[in-house]
């Protein structure tokens, strides 16, 4: 049972250009999310997906798109990366339960905008 | 709108100290509050979560939480730190759906343990 996984670890790009970062769960989680992580400022929300087939915007999604591949997966893709896109993103899944949302989180994505 | 707002970015004590790590939060609704902890390099872990049960929420590695609904507070606290609680803490709260809702989360408090 591997919770969270992200690929890659580690990512070099240049302005303009694009990547996927992927993510998988196998906790049969409904609901999946997107993060990114800056110095003082806590983690943001990207984008979520509820529920397979569905995704919605967070507190941050410009410059970024997602797609709920299935159940498993849930991908971030930057289409022209900049500077500013510069952060360690953490994607994490939850399964709808009880009263609370408990999120388990993948070990994130360090990535550089030169 | 619901938030939540660390009081100090950086807090230091020594080993066997007190460690209190401060989480206050505004809602207008009754909260879902949670504390996760980041070790360096790796994700969040879930330290331990408010869900109305009760005020004083027990977590994992001797921490504990209290709610105080009449001060807006959980804070954080372990009677003894190790050095292995040197990480960086976050208090969250839900908005939204219980069921579906976001997690909104406070700036990060990092803990430095000196021997």
């Known amino acids: 049972n591997a919770g969270v996984t992200q690929t890659p670890k580690f990512q070099v790009l240049k302005t303009g250009q694009s990547m996927t970062l992927q993510c998988a769960q196998d906790m049969n989680h409904n609901s999946m999310y997107w993060y990114r992580q800056d110095p003082g400022m806590g983690l943001r929300l990207i984008y979520y997906?509820?529920?397979?087939?569905?995704?919605d915007k967070g507190e941050v999604p410009n410059g970024y798109n997602v797609s709920r591949l299935n159940k498993r997966e849930f991908s971030l893709r930057l289409e022209s990366a900049a500077p500013s896109q510069t952060s360690v993103y953490f994607c994490?899944?939850?399964?709808?339960?009880?009263?609370?949302?408990?999120?388990?989180f993948g070990p994130g994505t360090r990535l550089t905008v030169l | 709108a619901q938030s939540v707002t660390q009081l100090g970015s950086h807090v230091s004590v020594s080993e066997g100290a007190l460690v209190l790590l401060r989480c206050n939060y505004s809602s207008s609704v009754p909260p879902y509050l949670f504390w996760y902890v980041q070790y360096p390099n790796q994700g969040l872990q879930l330290l331990l979560k408010y869900t109305s049960a009760a005020t004083l929420v027990k977590g994992i590695n001797g921490f504990e939480a209290e709610f105080k609904k009449s001060e807006t507070s959980f804070h954080l606290t372990k009677p003894s730190a190790h050095m292995s609680d040197a990480a960086e803490y976050f208090c969250a709260v839900i908005i939204g759906s219980s069921n579906t809702g976001k997690l909104i989360f406070g700036q990060g408090t990092t803990l430095q343990v000196k021997p």
């Open positions: 994490a899944s939850s399964e709808l339960r009880g009263r609370y949302n408990e999120q388990f």
């Open positions: 997906s509820a529920s397979e087939g569905t995704t």
